[in-house]
Structure formats: structure tokens, C-alpha cells
């Protein structure tokens, strides 16, 4: 059985930072292209940040110079560093793993206070 766990998420006041991380179980992590996705409310789910199996990082342009996604494939952990946070970064963050088919964990809400 696939398990994606996130944790790390709270509230936060802008300019803040926060670290989520996302335990894997039930995949062969290192093959896997991991990644993080977020929901603002009334919002269409979107695209955060990926790192493939081999390392190499995508991030959506809001986020780029402010987050940094990393991997830890020997403890099979994706974690996403945010820094410099701004109150439209408010949404639940999915983690979620890639290869033929997804997995989604539940979600962690991130709320940035003005």
C-alpha cells in the first residue's frame, strides 16, 4: 500500500518560513519523480515544484528564488523548504509521487498571516 504523509505545515506570517516534508512508503522511492502541489481556495490545484528521480528540479514561476524542493532517497523523504513566504502562498500542499501512475498524500495547510 502507497503512502505519501506531509507534515510540516501551520501558520506562518509573511516573510516567514516553513520546511514540509513528505515520507514515502509502498513505492520504490529513488525511481519516482516526486513533487508538490498546492489548493488555494476556489482555486484550480497547481503546480509547486519537482524533482526527478536523478535530481533535476522544476519549479512555477511564483515560487522560483523562494522555495527549494530536495530528496532524501535513502530515508525516502521529499522535503520543500519555503522561505520569504507571502500571504497568496496560503493553500493546502500535496505531495505526490510520479512513474506511469500518481499518488497524492492528504495535504497539509500552509497559511501566511499579512
Known amino acids: 500500500q502507497v503512502q505519501l504523509v506531509e507534515s510540516g505545515g501551520g501558520l506562518v506570517q509573511a516573510g516567514g518560513s516553513l520546511r514540509l516534508s513528505c515520507a514515502a512508503s509502498?513505492?520504490?522511492?529513488?525511481?519516482?519523480?516526486m513533487g508538490w502541489y498546492r489548493q488555494a481556495p476556489g482555486k484550480q490545484r497547481e503546480l509547486v515544484a519537482t524533482?526527478?528521480?536523478?535530481?533535476?528540479?522544476n519549479y512555477a514561476d511564483s515560487v522560483k528564488g523562494r522555495f527549494t524542493i530536495s530528496r532524501d532517497n535513502a530515508k525516502a523523504t521529499v522535503h520543500l523548504q519555503m522561505n520569504s513566504l507571502k500571504p497568496e502562498d496560503t493553500a493546502v500542499y500535496y505531495c505526490?509521487?510520479?512513474?506511469?501512475?500518481?499518488?497524492w498524500g492528504q495535504g497539509t495547510q500552509v497559511t501566511v498571516s499579512s
Open positions: 509502498g513505492i520504490i522511492f529513488n525511481i519516482y519523480t
Open positions: 505526490y509521487a510520479e512513474r506511469r501512475i500518481s499518488y
Open positions: 524533482i526527478a528521480s536523478y535530481g533535476s528540479t
